[in-house]
Each structure stands twice: as structure tokens, then as C-alpha cells.
């Protein structure tokens, strides 16, 4: 059995490499794409739900609220790594995920949910550390700080369990993306940085992501799901 996939953003830079990596997978393959490219589908209302077994969605923010409304509809899993949703959308997600398996996540690459777990380690210098995280993305990206600062931050916050400063968002050149938490006493620092170092390793995340997520009951499930 082929599982069909449709994917949305089809032609924009992530959804140019997740293509490539379906083309690759024996039992998996883009069916239908969402975007402005020659072929594709011009909005996710006109999918056939036929033709789809589970959605991966890199586009826009503004988009995502009829992408999800259509995987709901249909109950089509979904993955999706688009950043910049608003509060609403998340509840959304969240409200979703009781009648399907939805798996977001601003970042998709498994060094990033390493780190995401590394950072609750840090919950014992709570009272004595100061922290700051830091990121530095390429000049084309819009959202600032980026999705995954904030969602390290939340993490951050949650198990030091005080506010921290706002992340640091710096833009420029060609970077990938620069992720980096900093822990500071008067005696000692600690820094623990993740680099990607091209835009592959977010795509495979997210086609590992939707061959882990295809067939998994209903919820929500995150990227470091995976690394158990
Ligand atoms: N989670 C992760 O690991 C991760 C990693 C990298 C990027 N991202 C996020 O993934 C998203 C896409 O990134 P990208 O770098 O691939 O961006 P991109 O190159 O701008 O691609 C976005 C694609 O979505 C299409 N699109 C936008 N609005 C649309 C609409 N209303 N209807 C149909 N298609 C529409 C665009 O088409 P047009 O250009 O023709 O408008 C474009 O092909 C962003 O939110 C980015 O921040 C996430």
C-alpha cells in the first residue's frame, strides 16, 4: 500500500526538499500540493480527500487555519513545522488533536528536541543562574525570535520556574539557524548551542515525523515524541 501524501507549500523552500525526500520513499508519495507552482492546487478546499492519507504542511501562518480545519473535516493525520501561529491557532491544534494525531513543531530537527530536554536539567541553578536564550536565523525569516526560541524559552521558564529575559533574535546572511541557551553565575557559564547547518535536517525531521506520526491514535504528539 502507498501512503498518499498531501503536502502544502508545496513549491516553497522546505516543501521543494520534502517532495525530494518522498520521491525516495518506496511505500510514500506526494499525491496532491498546495501552492502557487505549476500543477498544484491553488487552495487546501479543493484537495480530494481520496487522494489523501495524511498532510505535511510548510507554508504560512495565514494558512493554517484552513489547513487544519480541512484535516479535521477529514480526519487526515497531520504534521506541520509552519512558524508563527497565533495563540488561536494553537488552541485550535490542541482542540483538534481529539479527533486526529497532529504532531506541529517550529522546529523539526531531533538536535533541537534534544536540546528542548537538555534545558530541563538546568531547573537545579535555578537560584543562583541567570539565563538568556539566543538565535540567529537568515535575513529572509520573518517570524522574530523564532518559533523555537520561544518554545525553549517556555520550556526554560517552566522548569526554572522564573522569567527570563526575552530572546535574542539577531538576522543575517544565509543562517540556517543558531540556537543557543546560556546559564550564568558570578563564578561559571554554561552554554549549550545547536546548529543546523542546512535546511535537510528540518525536512527529514518532518518526513520521519509523518512515517512515525501515520497510524498513531488520535492527539498530540511533538517532535521529541521521536526520541524515545
Ligand atoms: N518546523 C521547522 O523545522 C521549519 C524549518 C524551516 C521552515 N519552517 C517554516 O515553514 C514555513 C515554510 O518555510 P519555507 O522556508 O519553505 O517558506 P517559503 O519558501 O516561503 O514557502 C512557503 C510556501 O507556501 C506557499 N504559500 C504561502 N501562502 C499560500 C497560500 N495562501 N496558498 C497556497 N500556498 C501558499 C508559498 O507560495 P508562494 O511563494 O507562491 O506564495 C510557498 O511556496 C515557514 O513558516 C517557516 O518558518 C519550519
Not at 495565514?62 to 504534521?79: G, I, N, Q, R
Not at 540567529?136 to 518559533?147: A, F, M
Not at 520521519?208 to 526520541?227: D, E, T, V
Request: one cysteine or more.
Amino acid at each position: 500500500m502507498t501512503v498518499k501524501v498531501a503536502l502544502i507549500g508545496a513549491s516553497g523552500r522546505m516543501g521543494r526538499e520534502i517532495d525530494a525526500l518522498i520521491s525516495e520513499e518506496k511505500q510514500w508519495r506526494v499525491s496532491q500540493k498546495v501552492g502557487h507552482g505549476v500543477g498544484e492546487i491553488e487552495s487546501v478546499d479543493q484537495l480530494n480527500p481520496k487522494e489523501v492519507d495524511i498532510v505535511i504542511d510548510f507554508s504560512t501562518a495565514s494558512l493554517f487555519s484552513s489547513v487544519l480545519a480541512w484535516c479535521t473535516k477529514h480526519k487526515k493525520p497531520l504534521v506541520s513545522g509552519t512558524t508563527g501561529l497565533s495563540e488561536k491557532d494553537l488552541e485550535s491544534l490542541e482542540s483538534a488533536s481529539s479527533s486526529l494525531p497532529v504532531l506541529w513543531s517550529a522546529n523539526m530537527s531531533l538536535g533541537i528536541a534534544w536540546l528542548s530536554e537538555i534545558i530541563k536539567q538546568l531547573a537545579p541553578l535555578a537560584a543562583s543562574f541567570d539565563f538568556q536564550i539566543e538565535e540567529v536565523h537568515h535575513n529572509k525569516k520573518i517570524d522574530s525570535p523564532s518559533g523555537t526560541a520561544k518554545h525553549l524559552q517556555q520550556v526554560l521558564e517552566k522548569y526554572v520556574d522564573a522569567e527570563a529575559p526575552q530572546p535574542l533574535a539577531i538576522r543575517g546572511g544565509g543562517v540556517f539557524g543558531i540556537h543557543k541557551v546560556w546559564a550564568m553565575s558570578d563564578e561559571e557559564v554554561i552554554t549549550v548551542e545547536h546548529q543546523a547547518l542546512n535546511r535537510t535536517v528540518f525536512a527529514k525531521g518532518a518526513v520521519k515525523a509523518a512515517k512515525w506520526l501515520y497510524g498513531k491514535p488520535n492527539g498530540r504528539y511533538l517532535i521529541s515524541s521521536l526520541l524515545s
